[in-house]
């Protein structure tokens, strides 16, 4: 069983960044390696729906992040280290939430998956707190 463990959250002030780390262990019912997976990042918010964030590849070559972090988020992987991060800089208030890491299995190189429900595997979440 895949477990995805979430950190890097804090307590930051506007115009901050942070890196969120996903590391994880153990590999899928089918057999995937960290190698095989596609990787995502979500968020919610207090009293809001959980938002799509960000996704990369399982060549960690296509990625696509969200309009309401476009150019100031990053999505990477680390296939040496079982891990992907969130590099996120010049934070705002409204990035405040509870960021999730998700992953699936995939067979194709570049697939990328968009929707929380193409996702198989999720952490426990991090925290991210922005003061104006």
């Known amino acids: 069983q895949v477990q995805l463990v979430e950190s890097g959250g804090g307590l930051v002030q506007a115009g901050d960044s942070l890196t969120l780390s996903c590391a994880c262990n153990?590999?899928?019912?089918?057999?995937?390696?960290?190698?095989?997976?596609?990787m995502g990042w979500f968020r919610q918010a207090p009293g809001k729906e959980r938002e799509f964030v960000a996704a990369i590849s399982r060549s960690g070559v296509t990625r696509y992040v969200a309009d309401a972090v476009k150019g100031r988020f990053t999505i990477s992987r680390d296939d040496a280290e079982n891990a992907a991060y969130l590099r996120m800089n010049r934070l705002k208030p409204e990035d405040t939430a509870v960021y999730y890491c998700?992953?699936?299995?995939?067979?194709?190189?570049?697939?990328?998956?968009?929707?929380?429900?193409?996702?198989?595997?999720w952490g426990q979440g991090t925290q991210v707190t922005v003061s104006s």
């Open positions: 998700a992953a699936v299995g995939s067979h194709s190189y570049e697939y990328l998956a968009l929707d929380e429900y193409e996702y198989d595997y």
């Open positions: 153990g590999r899928t019912f089918v057999g995937y390696y960290f190698s095989n997976l596609a």
